[in-house]
C-alpha cells in the first residue's frame, strides 16, 4: 500500500511507498497524519528503556518543510489509463462499458485534422466506435457524444492514478474533488 504525502497545507504532493514514508517518519519531517496506521516498523531495543522502536505509518502524511507542488499549477499528464478511469471505462458513442483491453483513446477533432492530444480533445471509445468513426469529425460520421470531456483536478488526478487506495484516502481525495466529476457517480 502507498502512502498519500501531502504538504503541511494539505495539498497532495505524491504516492510514496510506506517504507519512503518511514524515513520521513524516522527523520521527524511529519508535521501531521490521518487516518489509522495501517503498517508499523518494528526496530531494536533500546538499552535504557528496554523499549522496542517502532514506527506507525499513516495512510496520510503531510511533511514539514515539503515543497509546494508546481502540480497545482499544470494540467496533469495524459494517459490512456488515467483517461479511460476518468470517462468511467463507458465508450463516448455507443455508452457501453468496456474492459480496458477493448477501449482506445478517441481524438474528437482527430490529429491529422488539427485536433490535440489532450484532456478537452480526448474520450474514450470501443475499437468497434473508433473505427467507424475514423478520420472525421462526429457529426460528419453522424455519431454524437454521451459525454463531454473534462481536465481533472490534481485530486482527481491522484485518484486517477490506478493505485489500491485506502478508504481514508479515498474520502480525503474525493472531498476536494468538484462536484461535476464522473468520479462522484
Not at 462499458?97 to 477493448?102: E, R, T, Y
Request: net charge positive; proline share 6%.
Amino acid at each position: 500500500m502507498d502512502v498519500l504525502q501531502l504538504d503541511v497545507s494539505g495539498r497532495p504532493q505524491a504516492w510514496i511507498s510506506a517504507k519512503e514514508a518511514a524515513v520521513i517518519y524516522a527523520c521527524d519531517g511529519v508535521a501531521w497524519t490521518l487516518g489509522d496506521p495501517f503498517w508499523v516498523l518494528r526496530g531494536g531495543t533500546q538499552r535504557r528503556t528496554g523499549l522496542q522502536s517502532r514506527i506507525e505509518v499513516h495512510p496520510i502524511i503531510a511533511v514539514r518543510g515539503a515543497i509546494p507542488s508546481r502540480a497545482w499549477r499544470t494540467v496533469p499528464a495524459l494517459s490512456n489509463p488515467k483517461l479511460f478511469a476518468r470517462d468511467r471505462y463507458l465508450c463516448a458513442y455507443c455508452g457501453h462499458q468496456f474492459p480496458q483491453d477493448d477501449l482506445t483513446r478517441e481524438h474528437i477533432r482527430p490529429t491529422s485534422r488539427g485536433g490535440g492530444d489532450t484532456w478537452m480533445n480526448c474520450i474514450t471509445a470501443c475499437r468497434g466506435c473508433n473505427g467507424r468513426k475514423g478520420n472525421r469529425m462526429p457529426e460528419e460520421a453522424n455519431m454524437s457524444l454521451i459525454y463531454l470531456p473534462y481536465v481533472p483536478s490534481l485530486h482527481e488526478d491522484m485518484i486517477l492514478r490506478g493505485r489500491r487506495i485506502l478508504a481514508d484516502q479515498m474520502e480525503f481525495l474525493l472531498a476536494s474533488v468538484p462536484k461535476h466529476s464522473r468520479l462522484h457517480g
